[in-house]
């Protein structure tokens, strides 16, 4: 559980068994979260939010598992800083709910560059949620070293 003390939790396996926990649905959106239309500016890049919407396939073996959908945000990114910076849909994460969900890669234009300075970068960033969740956050991890998040908040 730690990389620099490397201690360790053991599971044991005794067969099946069911724990009976009941996930509490959090239905609150934070209040910081970045809604469509707005722009944050960190130390080293400028991100537009500019749309978030639904994802409906016409292709018959890429479809959402019963009682999900996908959805998706479209981002702009600039460099603002002196040096290269990267941006990648594996620094990003949703919930749905306050429960995490699946990423769908299955649109052809996913958020990831390395961008030199002044340079900007457009994709989308999508996902696999419940058809029935009432709040929907994307999270971007800012810095990997201070793990601050930058949120979206996805509404159609």
Not at 15 to 40: M, Q, R, Y
Not at 71 to 100: K, M, P, R, V, W
Request: charged share 30%; proline share 1%; net charge negative.
């Amino acid at each position: 559980t730690n990389v620099f003390t490397q201690d360790k939790i053991t599971f044991v396996f005794e067969g099946d068994k069911e724990s009976k926990l009941v996930f509490e649905k959090n239905t609150e959106a934070n209040e910081n979260a970045f809604h469509v239309g707005d722009i944050i500016e960190t130390k080293y890049v400028r991100i537009s939010y500019n749309k978030a919407a639904e994802f409906v396939s016409d292709n018959m073996f890429i479809q959402p598992k019963e009682g999900y959908r996908y959805i998706y945000i479209e981002l702009e990114a600039e460099n603002i800083s002196d040096s290269d910076q990267t941006i990648s849909y594996f620094s990003f994460g949703c919930y749905a709910d306050g429960a995490s969900c699946d990423g769908f890669y299955g649109m052809d234009d996913n958020l990831s560059a390395t961008m030199s300075a002044g340079r900007k970068a457009k994709g989308t960033i999508a996902y696999e949620v419940p058809v029935d969740a009432k709040t929907i956050e994307i999270e971007y991890e800012d810095n990997l070293w201070t793990q601050d998040k930058i949120i979206f908040l996805y509404e159609e």
